[in-house]
């Protein structure tokens, strides 16, 4: 979350430092040979997690959501830094039927958790708890 504003404050190798620590974050709760996870671009990641149903997948985006934003990111000098992430879950082929559609729908449900107030979880689809749905 505020991606921007981590590189503006500390600078690009503060940010570089942050990705790396969040994909190693990825990479230390996937399943080994199974998920993978990849940085689609920016500060963006996709992570795939094979035969993971809806309630599979939400529960792997809490745990690096809650780790994340318990963790110190060291970004250099000693010095580290919180910060939050937002993320959006969806299923194949609950969501959609194609590379393309799950793309799409992981970005909507991406930016529900960001108008949701950030340092959050949305799955595509499904009305934020607590809300009346729209």
Do not use: W
Request: glycine share 12%.
């Amino acid at each position: 979350d505020h991606f921007k504003r981590v590189n503006d404050t500390h600078g690009h190798p503060a940010g570089d430092a942050v990705l790396r620590f969040l994909a190693g974050l990825l990479r230390d709760r996937g399943r080994t040979g199974i998920d993978v996870a990849a940085r689609i671009g920016g500060e963006e990641f996709d992570v795939l997690l094979p035969e993971t149903g809806r309630d599979g997948a939400l529960g792997m985006a809490e745990r690096i959501r809650e780790d994340l934003e318990r963790s110190a990111v060291p970004i250099g000098d000693g010095t580290t830094i919180r910060v939050t992430v937002s993320i959006g879950v969806c299923c194949y082929p609950d969501h959609a039927d194609s590379a393309d559609a799950l793309m799409r729908a992981a970005d909507q449900a991406l930016y529900a958790a960001k108008r949701l107030g950030r340092n959050r979880t949305a799955v595509f689809g499904e009305p934020a708890p607590g809300s009346q749905g729209t």
